[in-house]
């Protein structure tokens, strides 16, 4: 046995042991694994089998020792979300209760990932601190190592590889960078929107994002010979990690190009901080006077969420009336001002399908930079099934049972129904229910 088989087998023996209720093995156990919250290939971890099996006691040591009550595991459920769903009532007044001192010493970093959704995940760090250094951000720009991703009218700008001919049309376009030298057709007698989006891994390389809309198509490729402009949609064909940058910029570009006027007094505003901010040019304006959200970017937190049949087995799908044929999805809408995200939930599931909602749990979210919006992704338990619909929104809809849900995902149902793809979240939350009823 190996160092890695003899690690495996003492994780087993404490999952086994926390699953078990046996704190005497999950003492000797404890004393030997250096990481409390190491997970299975499920991402249970033994906060979670001691939750499943209402072992409380076993709950309260592992909480004593600093195990961490917001690990999720790879169907997006906390210990907590476990213990509600089997009823564990000792153990949810348990994770329930605010950390005691003795386990709390100290700010704990967040070390497992959770849920990355397609366009999370950014590798860049945003070095805000750089964004008020005109000087730094001036060199960096036009420095050797810099990355300029161009967007032409929120497009960004594709190379179209003239050598990948077989893998499909997604796989030859990639996202295009250049250097300062090469824009001059974007920079001549111009000042586009420019963007400071972070600096890369190495600390070396930093990006910026700039908007080449008033360069005429056809000049495109003065930039470079293989430049072509494919839609916003050609983010989704992207790299994780390039899409996620590419959102970053679009959000930003989308706010300069709909915040050209001070809509306090609508005067012309100017670019600051890297693009990170709009300052009236009206030296009357109140919004030069403390700080103003209208300054500042957009966000727009809206909830998308898989609607759970009161008894478990059903999921509620849509249809907008704009979605094409077959084609359902979860429900989403805008959070409202002045309003939590589960009431959002609720507001909205019954706005939409009239049907009520209880129990509210966040799964994960996604930057959907179309143009703004924060997708919060959350499994809500319905308390009622009968469905009335808001036909300005919905054309329809259903309750799904688990095996359907499991055809639309895998594109075999009957009916050819569809979902969205894997990109999009509304498919990692439907795909999470279906995980979850089959974990459990
Ligand atoms: N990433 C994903 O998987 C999915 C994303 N979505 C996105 O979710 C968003 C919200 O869903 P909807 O059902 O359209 O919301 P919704 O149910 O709140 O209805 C939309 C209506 O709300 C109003 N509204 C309120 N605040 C708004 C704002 N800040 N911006 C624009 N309209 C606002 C408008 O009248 C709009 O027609 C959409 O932008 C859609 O693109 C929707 C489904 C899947
Ligand atoms: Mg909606
Ligand atoms: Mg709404
Ligand atoms: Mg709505
Ligand atoms: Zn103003």
Known sequence: MDKHDIYE??????????????????DSAVKVLPNLNVKNDKGWTALMFAARN???????????????CEV??????????????????????????????????????QTEPGVTNFLCGSPLDRRAEKRKDKKWLDEALKGSSVEIISFHNLSPVVKKLPDLTTKGLDAEYRLMTSKYADLSVVFHNQTPAVIFLGVDPSGEVP????????????????IHPYAEIMGYRSIFSFKKAEAAICGQARTLLAWHDRYQF??????????????????????????????????????????IMAVVSPDGKQLLLGRGSKFPPLFFSCLAGFVEPGESIEEACRREVFEEAGVC??????????????????????????????????HDELEEARWFSR?????????????????PPEFAIAHQIIRSWVNMTSNL
């Open 9 to 26: 087998t003492y994780v087993e023996k404490f999952h086994e042991a926390a699953a078990g209720g046996d704190t005497d093995l999950l």
């Open 54 to 68: 209402g072992h409380a006691n076993v709950v309260k040591l592992l909480l004593d020792r600093g195990c961490d």
């Open 72 to 109: 999720i595991n790879s169907t997006g459920q906390t210990a907590l979300g476990i213990a509600q769903f089997w009823n564990q009532h000792k153990v949810v007044e348990l994770l329930e209760a605010p950390p005691s001192s003795s386990s709390s010493s100290g700010p704990v970093l």
């Open 207 to 222: 990006w910026f994002a700039v908007d080449v809309s008033h360069v005429p198509e056809e000049k495109i490729k003065d």
């Open 262 to 303: 001070c809509p306090t007094c609508g005067a012309k505003t100017t670019i600051e901080e890297g693009g990170y901010k709009r300052k009236c040019t009206d030296a009357n304006c109140r919004s030069l006077k403390g700080t103003h959200n209208t300054c500042y970017p957009r966000v727009d937190p809206t909830v």
């Open 357 to 390: 909602v209880g129990h509210v749990q966040y799964h994960s979210c996604q930057p959907w930079p179309m143009p703004a919006s924060l997708m919060i992704g959350c499994i809500a338990h319905a308390t009622s099934t009968d469905i009335t619909i808001d």
């Open 403 to 419: 095996q359907e849900v499991i055809q639309i995902l895998t594109s075999q149902h009957p009916q050819r129904l569809s979902c």
